[in-house]
């Protein structure tokens, strides 16, 4: 079955950096976009970033120029490296699989992932 697994998560002083990892299996992981989204305490999950089969990347314009996400398809897994980091910044961040169509990603909407991992804290202090 399809796993995705965050870790990598934790606390920072606003200004610092984190690197977060979605381990992924179950699934073709090279042949399909993956995203990643976040969640604050009484807001809406939003997308983050995505990048596609080919590793072609899309932004949210509120993290772009901050963020880089990554994926080594050898190792089954997606990376996001976080720099500059908010107060805002702080949340749950989901991995997101979407496990159909031919690998192109279609925007940073949750109805475009069908898998879902269960989540690593970020909280960054001011």
């Known amino acids: 079955q399809v796993q995705l697994v965050e870790s990598g998560g934790g606390s920072v002083q606003a200004g610092g950096s984190l690197r977060l990892s979605c381990a992924a299996s179950g699934f073709a992981f090279k042949d399909y976009c993956m995203g990643w989204f976040r969640q604050a305490p009484g807001r809406e999950r939003e997308g983050v970033a995505d990048?596609?089969?080919?590793?072609?990347?899309n932004y949210a314009d509120s993290v772009k120029g901050r963020v880089t996400v990554s994926r080594d398809n050898a190792k089954n897994t997606m990376y996001l490296q976080m720099d500059s980091l908010k107060s805002e910044d702080s949340g749950m961040y989901y991995c997101a699989a979407r496990v159909r169509g031919n690998g192109y990603c279609l925007g940073l909407g949750l109805a475009n992932f069908n898998y879902w991992g269960q989540g690593t804290q970020v909280t960054v202090s001011s």
């Open positions: 990048i596609d089969s080919g590793g072609i990347p």
